[in-house]
């Protein structure tokens, strides 16, 4: 109702993250979520983000494909391609590596955190309520924080 920031996330996705640490230019992200598993943590409004904004049985996944890696070191620019709904914009993420320790049952790890933001309608996601006190009852604007973590295959 445009009065609070609402968080929510995806509990069930798959990627794939494969970085030359010589050629930063050239890795490459693609990551499923299952629409579905899109959780505020109220039910009510999980119901309405899954059947009336998302469509989910129409719709079952949002994937991201990375189009460009840019930067250096720790920090990077992540640009690619958002499909939501059948519909596909470009989104790009601001990336930061966090760590990079060696597990001595997995091997070695990187950690990751990005942001980025859209705008919901691009994605024909239009669906909005006029509210009697003014206003609408849904921000345009989609915030993205993802944290991710790796582990180098063998």
Same mark, same amino acid.
């Given at each position: 109702?445009m009065?609070s920031?609402v968080r929510?996330?995806? *509990?069930?996705f798959?990627g794939?993250?494969?970085v030359?640490?010589d050629?930063?230019a050239?890795a490459n992200v693609?990551?499923?979520?299952k /629409?579905?598993?899109?959780?505020s943590g109220?039910e009510l409004?999980?119901?309405?983000?899954?059947?009336?904004?998302?469509?989910v049985?129409?719709?079952?996944?949002?994937t991201f494909?990375?189009?460009?890696? %840019?930067g250096s070191g720790d920090?990077l620019?992540?640009?690619g391609?958002?499909?939501?709904?059948d519909v &596909?914009?470009?989104i &790009?993420?601001?990336?930061?590596r =966090?760590r990079k320790?060696?597990? /001595?049952? /997995?091997?070695t790890?990187s950690?990751?955190s990005?942001?980025?933001k859209?705008?919901r309608? %691009?994605? *024909?996601?239009?669906?909005?309520?006029?509210l009697?006190?003014g206003g609408v009852?849904? *921000?345009? =604007?989609?915030?993205? %924080?993802i944290? /991710?973590?790796?582990v180098?295959a063998?």
């Open positions: 109702m009065i920031t929510g996330r995806f *509990g069930e798959e794939t993250i494969i030359d640490e050629d930063l050239s693609e990551v499923t979520m /629409a579905a598993s899109l959780d109220v409004r999980d119901h309405f983000l899954h059947d009336d904004l998302l469509h049985q129409r719709y079952p996944a949002v494909r990375s189009t460009r890696v %840019e920090r620019t992540v640009t391609n958002l499909t939501i709904r &596909t914009r470009p &790009t993420l601001d990336v930061k =966090e320790p060696k597990d /001595a049952q /997995a091997g790890r950690a990751f990005a942001r980025g859209f705008d309608r %691009e994605f *024909g996601l239009t669906w909005n309520a006029a009697e006190m009852m849904v *921000g345009d =604007e989609i915030k993205v %924080e944290s /991710a973590e790796a180098l063998k």
